[in-house]
């Protein structure tokens, strides 16, 4: 499976942002897909995942209510709401895909075998 990511750009603090993550191939609906973010200077971490279905959804404490994941499966696609931005929440992102039927999602970016080009977040103060 291929994965695209896009709908970054530059937002004022508050602003919003919905991420898109597009996937090819006809099996995508049995992947769970995670968010990742790597800031200039530190390591990749763990936004948000959802399972094949959509059904069970993890997040990140630093974007607990405020980012919100989903999937329409129809299109082949996950995305990532981003409210209450914050300059901290700026990064590269990255949409990354996990094959399984699973319930449980994971958080780790190694449980993830695929893995999108990322788009850039910038949030100014």
């Known amino acids: 499976v291929q994965l695209q990511a896009f709908g970054g750009g530059l937002v004022q603090a508050g602003g919003s942002l919905r991420l898109s993550c597009a996937a090819s191939g006809r099996t995508f609906s049995m992947y769970a897909t995670g968010w990742f973010r790597q800031a200039p200077g530190k390591e990749r971490e763990f936004v948000a995942a959802?399972?094949?279905?959509?059904?069970?959804?993890a997040y990140a404490d630093s974007v607990k209510g405020r980012f919100t994941i989903s999937r329409d499966n129809a299109k082949n696609t996950v995305y990532l709401q981003m409210n209450s931005l914050k300059p901290e929440d700026t990064a590269v992102y990255y949409c990354?895909?996990?094959?399984?039927?699973?319930?449980?999602?994971?958080?780790?970016?190694?449980?993830?075998?695929?893995w999108g080009q990322g788009t850039l977040v910038t949030v100014s103060s």
């Open positions: 990354a895909a996990d094959p399984g039927l699973r319930t449980v999602v994971h958080v780790k970016a190694i449980e993830y075998d695929y």
């Open positions: 959802i399972n094949w279905s959509g059904g069970s959804t």
